[in-house]
């Protein structure tokens, strides 16, 4: 297994440009989230999906768009970049329930010009 | 809103000595999770123990083991015979038991290991 993969791995963006930070896992997990790690802060989640077509907003979703048509992907898509969402991004997954372990993937470092 | 405090943002011990590091919660739930995790310079995010809030009896994982006060809402790592791949930033998180899959992170601490 591959676990959770994260592509790509760094990426600068112009300030208004769009993107879309890919997410996969190969565990049959139903659970999938993104986060955000900012300098000096732990992670906070931006947006999770407990299954394929079911997505919810977490702890600071503005700014970003998700959607989960398929069990193994969970793509995060900014639609106009801003400086303020330069950040290191980080999707989870896990089986379902609340009392699995979720895994990290190695993260996608974001730099917004 | 559950929050979750890491007051040493750094620490270091020596190779082979011990290191306790802290985390205290808040919540209002009796039901939840708890859970340390490494994040060496690699950045990736390394489970390396967890705590369920309805076990009475510390969890231990090798040379990691957590101190639970459940009424003192502590829950403080400790890293016996220190190793240099110890060394990374430990985050403390939280997650409750009900049907939400967040986990709320503390901020931190860099753990540096001395040869």
């Known amino acids: 297994n591959a676990g959770v993969t994260q592509t790509p791995k760094f990426q600068v963006l112009k300030t208004g440009q769009s993107m879309t930070l890919q997410c996969a896992q190969d565990m049959n997990h139903e659970y999938m989230s993104w986060y955000r790690q900012d300098p000096g802060m732990g992670l906070r989640l931006i947006h999770y999906?407990?299954?394929?077509?079911?997505?919810d907003q977490g702890e600071v979703p503005n700014g970003y768009n998700v959607s989960r048509s398929t069990t193994e992907d969970f793509p995060l898509r900014l639609l106009s970049a801003a400086p303020s969402q330069t950040s290191v991004y980080f999707c989870a997954s896990s089986l379902a329930g609340v009392q699995e372990t979720q895994y990290f993937g190695p993260g996608t470092r974001l730099l917004v010009l | 809103a559950q929050t979750v405090t890491q007051s040493q943002p750094e620490m270091s011990v020596q190779e082979a000595e011990t290191v306790t590091l802290s985390c205290t919660y808040d919540?209002?739930?009796?039901?939840?999770?708890l859970f340390w995790y490494k994040q060496p310079p690699s950045r990736q995010m390394i489970l390396v123990i967890r705590q369920e809030a309805y076990k009475q009896q510390n969890a231990t994982e090798n040379r990691f083991s957590v101190n639970f006060q459940k009424a003192a809402k502590s829950f403080s790592l400790k890293i016996s015979d220190s190793q240099l791949g110890d060394a990374a930033m430990y985050f403390c998180a939280y997650q409750s038991g009900g049907s939400n899959y967040k986990l709320t992170f503390g901020k931190g601490t860099l753990l540096t290991v001395n040869p």
């Open positions: 919540t209002s739930e009796s039901d939840y999770y």
């Open positions: 999906s407990v299954g394929a077509g079911i997505t």
